[in-house]
């Protein structure tokens, strides 16, 4: 035998695959060629540390592990499915509105319609604008003559507006981070 089929004979050997007369011809060669022995002692005990260590098994938290993995993920997946839902209604919402204005437009343009614009919605439209325009006016020079004179019912009405848009302020940042860090201590 040669050498170069030694190491392939080791292995069918090994495995139960040779025939007497191939067993006792490798044994034959083993037995002159020190190379080819050394082979067969380092392939045989290797085989047999591995015929008897057990298959390695997963640690017993193994499948917890990757459940919870899989609950985070499947948790993440439908936070962004809910942002995009958002994302989309708004979108739709602003649609429809635009859509809204675009068809009161057209029903304005139409010529019948337009002459009731023009004999009854305009002026109509025109005495609600002067009317807002006196209000308007009245109201500037009611501030106007506040900033003129501070006194203390301005200066208790500027604090009390800061005051209110401090609250105001501070409702609208703290919230959604409340919710927020609520959503991430479920998940
Ligand atoms: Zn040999």
């Given at each position: 035998?040669h050498?170069?089929?030694?190491s ?25 060629c ?48 809910g ?13 429809a ?23 009854v919605?305009r ?11 006196v209000?308007?006016?009245a ?7 506040l900033?003129?004179?501070p ?12 005051l ?12 959604p ?11």
């Amino acid at each position: 035998m040669h050498c170069s089929d030694c190491s392939e004979q080791i292995s069918l050997y090994l495995d139960g695959l040779l025939d007497q007369e191939q067993v006792t011809r490798l044994q034959a060669h083993l037995a002159h060629c020190e190379a080819c022995r050394a082979e067969w002692e380092a392939v045989h005990w290797l085989s047999s540390i591995l015929e008897a260590e057990p298959a390695a098994a997963p640690a017993p938290d193994f499948a917890a592990r990757v459940n919870l993995r899989l609950q985070r993920r499947e948790a993440r997946r439908r936070r962004v499915r809910g942002g995009i839902g958002v994302l989309l209604g708004s979108v739709g919402l602003w649609g429809a509105a635009a859509v809204a204005v675009a068809l009161l437009f057209v029903v304005l343009w139409q010529p019948s319609l337009r002459i009731v614009w023009l004999d009854v919605g305009r002026p109509l439209a025109g005495k609600a604008f002067s009317i807002l325009a006196v209000l308007g006016r009245a109201l500037y020079s009611v501030v106007h003559e506040l900033f003129q004179r501070p006194s203390w019912l301005l200066l208790s009405g500027n604090a009390i507006l800061a005051l209110g848009l401090i609250a105001l302020w501070t409702r609208i940042v703290l919230r959604p981070r409340a919710l927020m860090l609520q959503v991430n201590a479920k998940t």
